[in-house]
């Protein structure tokens, strides 16, 4: 099975459950994998024939940039769905991280994995 990935699509949001959380953006970090049979835009060389990884990015970091959840596990399902809708996926892996959360810690963050079964009708 062919995938196309984007790794380290990075951004700023609001994001945390603490005061000064809510009033600074922190730096995310987005990994996503995502299934894409690219045999046909491989003889064709038309982007029209794969998954765009350009369009996924730029839909992916400006929700991300105008949200404002309190926990990283919402905002990865929430881009995890909107992928998975907007993108016609099957599935997706989704890593996302919060540099320097943690003192002592690179980061921190969540990994999932969703299918287009676990969306809500």
Same mark, same amino acid.
């Given at each position: 099975?062919? $995938?196309?990935?984007?790794?380290?699509?990075?951004? @700023?949001?609001?994001?945390?459950?603490?005061?000064?959380?809510?009033?600074?953006?922190?730096?995310? =970090?987005?990994?996503?994998?995502?299934?894409?049979?690219?045999r046909?835009? #491989?003889?064709?060389d038309?982007?029209?024939?794969?998954?765009?990884?350009k369009?996924?990015?730029?839909? &992916?970091? #400006?929700?991300?940039?105008? =949200?404002?959840?309190?926990? &990283?596990?919402?905002?990865?399902?929430?881009? #995890? @769905?909107?992928?998975?809708? @907007?993108?016609?996926?099957?599935?997706?892996?989704?890593?996302?991280?919060?540099?320097?959360?943690? $003192?002592?810690? $690179?980061? &921190?963050? &969540?990994?999932? @994995?969703?299918?287009? #079964?676990?969306?809500?009708?």
């Amino acid at each position: 099975m062919d $995938r196309i990935f984007l790794r380290e699509l990075k951004t @700023e949001a609001i994001i945390g459950i603490f005061d000064w959380e809510r009033k600074v953006k922190q730096t995310i =970090s987005i990994d996503l994998e995502m299934p894409a049979d690219i045999r046909r835009a #491989a003889k064709t060389d038309r982007i029209e024939d794969t998954l765009n990884y350009k369009a996924v990015a730029k839909r &992916v970091l #400006a929700f991300v940039e105008a =949200s404002e959840f309190q926990l &990283v596990e919402t905002l990865a399902e929430r881009i #995890a @769905e909107i992928c998975l809708r @907007e993108f016609d996926l099957e599935w997706i892996k989704l890593t996302l991280n919060k540099p320097g959360a943690i $003192r002592g810690s $690179r980061d &921190v963050g &969540v990994m999932i @994995e969703r299918t287009r #079964a676990d969306l809500e009708p």
